[in-house]
Nanobody, 129 residues
Framework: QVHLVESGGGLVQAGGSLRLSCAASRLSNNAMGWFRQAPGKEREFVAA???????????YYADSVKGRFTISRFNAKNTVYLQMNSLKAEDTAVYLC?????????????????????WGQGTQVTVSS
């Protein structure tokens, strides 16, 4: 059974940074992404990264986090990271890791939660203003 386990969430002041991790068991060669869900809001796309046997990955970001968040992965550990800088109060949400069965999606598909097959339980990020 596939498991995705997020960690690294917490409480931080506006302008601060956090790094989230997602450890994937029984998965390899999969595209992975981060979504977030704030209370009373829809789950929204944050960032995604494809799988590559080499060192070059394609990454995708929501406009709201471009230039502030960076997604990366360490294939040897089946782990994906989300480095979040310059955090804002509106970044407060539960952050969920997701993975696809396929190594890659078409570039326009990474943004849709329906394209992801596996989900973690989430980690809370709270940014105080």
């Amino acid at each position: 059974q596939v498991h995705l386990v997020e960690s690294g969430g917490g409480l931080v002041q506006a302008g601060g940074s956090l790094r989230l991790s997602c450890a994937a068991s029984r998965l390899s060669n999969n595209a992975m992404g981060w979504f977030r869900q704030a209370p009373g809001k829809e789950r929204e796309f944050v960032a995604a990264i494809n799988w590559s046997a080499g060192a070059i990955y394609s990454t995708y970001y929501a406009d709201s986090v471009k230039g502030r968040f960076t997604i990366s992965r360490f294939n040897a550990k089946n782990t994906v990271y989300l480095q979040m800088n310059s955090l804002k109060a509106e970044d407060t949400a539960v952050y969920l890791c997701a993975a696809t069965r396929a190594p890659n999606l078409s570039s326009g598909s990474y943004y849709y939660r329906s394209e992801y097959d596996y989900w973690g339980q989430g980690t809370q990020v709270t940014v105080s203003s």
